[in-house]
């Protein structure tokens, strides 16, 4: 099973999106866990329970204070058996690509860090030393929809999540594929004068391999030929 925690400051935000779909599915055949923690429990304000201050040497904006965190990351930690695989989610870390996808499935447990205004202090990232992980070069109002791509790419690599194993295996960029996924067609066999190739229609189950080997390979050439150099 794997059990990923979310850090964030509006634990709202997931109440639909883990009630939905495969997820919901998997949650209730126990196959994950997800526990979604509010960072402000662990405010040192009493009163307002604020987990943010101005920036040290002035600037816009307002930063995620690093007490509240780190003792939250400390406490969550002991909520399990195991010790979990901190991710703080920011558009200056790691690209997120499917190979750290594989791995993070594999760990048994991840800590998802959401962040919000300006980011966080610096000593959040010293002292936790987490994996920083950003889904794509572009800024976010926070860390939550960054926390659910993590979440939704993650779990789908859980063995009984989806309704068919080779879904996954077959996926663009899963285990080592650097081909886009070929196009796929359903009934009716012609529509508004778009017919369904006829190699898919003729049971010769080597050429639809072939067929489908080739269509990956020209889609990728076509749309994404940096795919075909050596990743680095």
């Known amino acids: 099973m794997l059990r990923i925690d979310i850090i964030t400051l509006f634990p709202q935000i997931f109440s639909g999106y883990l009630t939905q779909s495969l997820l919901a599915k998997a949650i209730a055949k126990g196959l994950i866990e997800i526990v979604v923690h509010d960072l402000r429990h662990w405010s040192t304000d009493p009163k307002h329970h604020k987990i943010d ?19 939250c990351v400390e406490e969550v930690q002991q909520m399990a058996d195991r010790p979990g695989l901190v991710v703080l989610l920011t558009p200056q870390g790691e690209p997120l690509r499917q190979p750290r996808v594989e791995s993070m499935a594999q760990t048994g447990r991840i800590l998802l860090l959401c962040g919000r205004y300006e ?3 610096q000593r959040v990232i010293d002292i936790l030393q987490p994996l920083e992980l950003s889904v794509g070069d572009y800024v976010l109002n926070g860390g939550e929809v960054a926390a659910m791509i993590v979440v ?6 859980i063995p009984g999540v989806l ?13 080592g594929n650097r081909l ?16 369904v190739p006829e190699v898919l229609l003729s049971g010769d189950h080597g050429k639809i391999a072939a067929w489908r ?18 990743p680095t």
């Open 53 to 71: 201050d101005r920036p040290y040497g002035g600037g816009p904006g307002m930063l995620i204070r690093v007490e509240p965190v780190v003792h």
């Open 119 to 121: 980011g966080f202090d």
């Open 152 to 157: 939704d790419s993650t779990v789908r690599m």
């Open 163 to 175: 309704g068919d194993e080779q879904s996954s295996w077959d996926d663009s960029f899963s285990r």
């Open 180 to 195: 886009l996924e070929f196009p796929q067609y359903t009934r009716p066999p012609e529509f508004r004068g778009h017919p």
């Open 213 to 230: 080997d080739d269509q990956s390979r020209q889609k990728t050439l076509h749309r994404r030929s940096d795919l075909f150099k050596p």
